[in-house]
């Protein structure tokens, strides 16, 4: 083959990739889907795939005092646009759905923020440990979702203090300085508590109810719903309901579809947490044993 030929070749080649990626450009995105080379170098924010969401912002909360947001309890700090959201997920991590959930949070090169309960951190620190791994951030959510209201002072900074512990513990490093009470109730001695800790407080400006709703398209109609009311918001959902970890792929086509921007959350300074309960966690969490030798040592496969 000649050089005119084999340029004419490799021009008719390009022309026809183009035509592809034009065609594929418009395609609602599946959890999954691998992007085409084509799609990589025209992807928005940073992401792999022009289809995706994207995070359009990352936005640094101070959290000194501790500010409340979302405007459900707090009016204070109303720091969104129009057309923003952010993604908040509470309860986990849990082995069945928060996977899931990252997945499709992945696949749209979505950040979000979780709000993780210390047991289910500990029971699951390798799940916990993706969700960091995956630049998502990590708040509390207290030792065992209790409702703070029914406990006494002690007894309830007891609960958030073990939740930042056991986070921290199941990470191996220290988790953002973001808490959310249970059923969003905010005793007041304990916000004011948390302000001393210097903790930011979220409530929310939009509650999904995933956990009232047995069916993801009902999930997805009612996140759609208080967006086209409310223009913008702090979204609640969780990540420990299986049926938002179903929701979530197609909730995120269709935020996307809408022309709604993600806008991620970070704190400017980590929580710190105090040594009393990280004593009380390690005391909850290991019962006493004769052995301290390793798994490897004890258990081994003999026959399969």
């Not at 406990?151 to 990470?171: D, H, P, Q």
């Not at 973001?178 to 304990?190: G, K, T």
Request: glycine share 8%; proline share 5%; with cysteine.
């Amino acid at each position: 083959m000649n050089v005119s030929s084999y340029v004419g070749s490799l021009l008719v080649a390009a022309a026809l990739v183009g035509s592809a990626a034009a065609q594929q450009g418009g395609a609602p995105l599946t959890t999954g889907s691998i992007p085409s080379a084509a799609a990589a170098a025209v992807a928005p924010n940073g992401c792999s795939d022009p289809r995706a969401l994207g995070t359009a912002r990352v936005v640094e909360i101070d959290t000194t005092g501790g500010p409340g947001f979302g405007f459900e309890h707090f009016k204070q700090h109303d720091f969104l646009r129009e057309g923003e959201v952010v993604l908040t997920l509470d309860d986990g991590p849990w082995p069945t759905t928060t996977p899931a959930v990252l997945r499709a949070l992945a696949s749209h090169c979505v950040k979000a923020t979780f709000f993780a309960i210390g047991k289910h951190s500990l029971w699951h620190s390798d799940v916990l440990k993706q969700v960091a791994a995956q630049g998502h951030t990590i708040g509390t959510h207290t030792w065992s979702h209790v409702a703070l209201s029914k406990k006494t002072t002690n007894e309830a900074k007891e609960e958030i203090e073990k939740g930042f512990s056991a986070v921290r513990m199941a990470l191996g490093s220290q988790p953002a300085s973001f808490f959310r009470f249970p059923a969003l109730a905010h005793p007041p001695e304990m916000v004011t508590y948390l302000g001393e800790r210097n903790i930011g407080i979220f409530s929310t400006d939009m509650d999904s109810f995933d956990f009232k709703t047995k069916k993801s398209a009902l999930v997805i109609q009612n996140v759609l719903a208080k967006l086209k009311k409310h223009g913008k918001g702090i979204m609640l959902m969780h990540d420990f309901q299986k049926v938002t970890a179903e929701a979530m792929p197609e909730l995120l086509n269709q935020l996307k579809a809408g022309g709604y921007k993600i806008v991620h959350l970070k704190s400017k300074a980590p929580a710190q947490t105090l040594a009393d309960y990280d004593a009380l966690v390690l005391k909850d969490n290991k019962l006493p044993t004769v052995s301290d030798r390793p798994t490897a040592s004890v258990v081994r496969t003999i026959s399969e």
